[in-house]
């Protein structure tokens, strides 16, 4: 799993602003790429379960996304889910 760090946009708004994520990426047995993105934040209400946004990594890679999943971690703080909808790629890559 990759570190990096990442906004969530909903479109020109930061959701979530330059926050610490983690990059799960893979390939389907299809031979398609396939990516989740792990974001912690403090409160439930940051982010809403089946919207589509946009991760924006400060290395200039881009992809939209589907929050998926949201569970409680122990130390009060909720990490969401969010499944890659499309490629992440630096824009003219």
Do not use: K
Request: aromatic share 6%; charged share 25%; hydrophobic share 45%.
């Amino acid at each position: 799993m990759e570190r990096v760090v990442a906004s969530v946009m909903n479109g020109d708004v930061a959701v979530v602003e330059d926050a610490l994520i983690y990059l799960d990426a893979g390939m389907s047995s299809h031979g398609v790429q396939t990516w989740r993105a792990f974001v912690g934040v403090p409160r439930a209400d940051v982010l809403a379960i089946d919207a589509r946004l946009r991760l924006e990594v400060i290395d200039g890679r881009v992809g939209d996304v589907l929050v998926s999943q949201m569970r409680a971690d122990d130390d009060g703080r909720f990490t969401f889910t969010l499944t890659g909808t499309g490629p992440l790629e630096r824009p003219g890559a």
